[in-house]
């Protein structure tokens, strides 16, 4: 079992930053790939970014390829999302997922354990 905890969320004027985090609960962190999905109002889930096991190998959405960044410290069992140069339309809730096998997957139905979710809002 996992429990994850995100943080972070708050409103950002457009072309502004933030720094989401998931705290996750249970000693065998390392041996899940994370990742990060969002939800915006009358949307599906989509999936934004992802890092396997070690953070040696990322994936990214296209729609935030260049401006996010994923990242995990093992030792602190914690995974963030940098986002950088935000939109309006990155406006959603953030959610992080964790899978328990070593790469990381794009779809939410890969995962098994979500956490509660944090709100951005990007204002124009």
């Known amino acids: 079992q996992v429990q994850l905890v995100e943080s972070g969320g708050g409103l950002v004027q457009a072309g502004g930053s933030l720094r989401l985090s998931c705290a996750a609960s249970g000693r065998t962190f390392s041996s899940y790939a994370m990742g990060w999905f969002r939800q915006a109002p009358g949307k599906e889930r989509e999936f934004v970014a992802a890092i396997s096991w070690s953070g040696g190998s990322t994936y990214y959405a296209d729609s935030v390829k260049g401006r996010f960044t994923i990242s995990r410290d093992n030792a602190k069992n914690t995974v963030y999302l940098q986002m950088n140069s935000l939109k309006p339309e990155d406006t959603a809730v953030y959610y992080c997922?964790?899978?328990?096998?070593?790469?990381?997957?794009?779809?939410?139905?890969?995962?098994?354990?979500w956490g509660q979710g944090t709100q951005v809002t990007v204002s124009s």
């Open positions: 997922a964790a899978r328990p096998f070593l790469g990381w997957g794009s779809h939410s139905y890969e995962y098994d354990y």
